[in-house]
């Protein structure tokens, strides 16, 4: 069974950093696509970045490219997301997930398994 826990959300200044981590067991990632999506009170969860590692495939969200970095440590079967300048709008509970395939598939709906989130609280 796969397992995915986050860890590393906290409240930050405007143009501060953070860095996620997704602890996953049952799974190793290489050929998995997996990543992180965000959801905001009142919205709807969305893509932040995708990977499939065995592809050397990576997909960042137009709004957090150049400011976000996922990266992953193989010997832990941990996967981290960077988050530098952050704005007040990056504010949300951040997910990681991944899905039964390989394929990148930008929709939550695709996404099979979950963690239960780590809130990030961006303030100006």
């Known amino acids: 069974q796969v397992q995915l826990v986050e860890s590393g959300g906290g409240s930050v200044q405007a143009g501060g950093s953070l860095r996620l981590s997704c602890a996953a067991s049952?799974?190793?990632?290489?050929?998995?696509?997996m990543g992180w999506f965000r959801q905001a009170p009142g919205t709807e969860r969305e893509f932040v970045v995708l990977?499939?590692?065995?592809?050397?495939?990576?997909y960042y969200a137009d709004s957090v490219k150049g400011r976000f970095t996922i990266s992953k440590d193989s010997a832990n079967n941990t996967v981290y997301l960077q988050m530098n300048s952050l704005k007040p709008e990056d504010t949300a509970t951040y997910y990681c997930?991944?899905?039964?395939?390989?394929?990148?598939?930008?929709?939550?709906?695709?996404?099979?398994?979950w963690g239960k989130g780590t809130l990030v609280t961006v303030s100006s």
């Open positions: 990977s499939r590692w065995s592809g050397g495939v990576t």
């Open positions: 997930a991944t899905r039964e395939g390989s394929s990148i598939v930008f929709r939550a709906g695709a996404m099979d398994y």
């Open positions: 049952g799974r190793t990632f290489s050929n998995y696509a």
